[in-house]
């Protein structure tokens, strides 16, 4: 398995543009999580869906963030517009099913940067 | 709101030490505790998954253990090497409530094995 794929590795955009994330989630996992990393606050979870459904989306920052699943295998993060603070890694995650009984894997992530 | 802590922060140790890490949560209710792994500008690899039913699990080199009633978990590494460089990091869920799925993690220890 190719494990959960994440588009593009790095972005690099300025102020006020609208940024688009990706995510692949592994093959037969129906549960899918965004999280952020920076260094002031560590990892947090911005949504994450079961079965396409948006769960709990209370992560979220602001409303210049949303983020779709239009079907099983493909997942999106836009923000816009962008804004330098939102400077961070992006990463998508996946696991067999809503409830913690199985490892959620995470993919390499996105480095984002906002002029 | 539930909190994860990891102590040390940071951890320096000579090749060939068994060591230990430790996260603890305020929540002892029922939980399932994952260990991470991290390096430098990568994603996270999990290491192992705990369930609330079990006390421990272990996977060649490493052994984590977790005690629901006092609320901590250690991830105890054999005869350390200079290729487990990384930082660790361990993540909780409750199996209900409103917080269904997530995952909530600690900060992260950063180990370094001097050869």
């Known amino acids: 398995d190719a494990g959960v794929i994440q588009s593009p590795r790095h972005e690099v955009t300025e102020m006020g543009q609208e940024v688009t994330l990706r995510c692949k989630p592994i093959s037969g996992h129906n549960s899918l999580f965004w999280y952020r990393q920076t260094m002031m606050r560590g990892l947090e979870l911005l949504i994450y869906?079961?079965?396409?459904?948006?769960?709990?989306d209370s992560g979220m920052p602001e409303d210049r963030f949303s983020a779709k699943m239009p079907n099983a295998s493909f997942s999106t993060l836009k923000i816009q517009p962008s804004e330098p603070r939102d400077s961070a890694v992006y990463f998508c995650a996946s696991r067999l099913g809503l409830a913690p009984y199985n490892e959620q894997f995470f993919g390499p992530g996105t480095r984002l940067t906002v002029l | 709101k539930q909190e994860v802590t990891q102590i040390p922060a940071a951890l320096s140790v000579p090749e060939g030490e068994n060591l230990v890490l430790n996260c603890s949560f305020t929540?002892?209710?029922?939980?399932?505790l994952q260990w991470f792994r991290q390096d430098p500008g990568k994603g996270l690899t999990s290491l192992l998954l705990?369930?609330?039913?079990?006390r421990e699990q272990t996977s060649g080199r490493l052994n984590a253990s977790l005690d629901k009633s006092s609320g901590r978990s250690t991830l105890y590494i054999a005869a350390s090497q200079p290729g487990d460089s990384a930082t660790y990091l361990c993540?909780?869920?409750?199996?209900?409530?409103?917080?269904?799925?997530?995952?909530?993690f600690g900060q992260g220890t950063i180990l370094t094995v001097h050869p």
């Open positions: 929540d002892s209710a029922i939980y399932n």
């Open positions: 705990i369930q609330s039913s079990q």
């Open positions: 869906f079961n079965n396409n459904v948006p769960i709990d």
């Open positions: 993540a909780g869920a409750k199996t209900g409530g409103t917080s269904y799925g997530k995952l909530t």
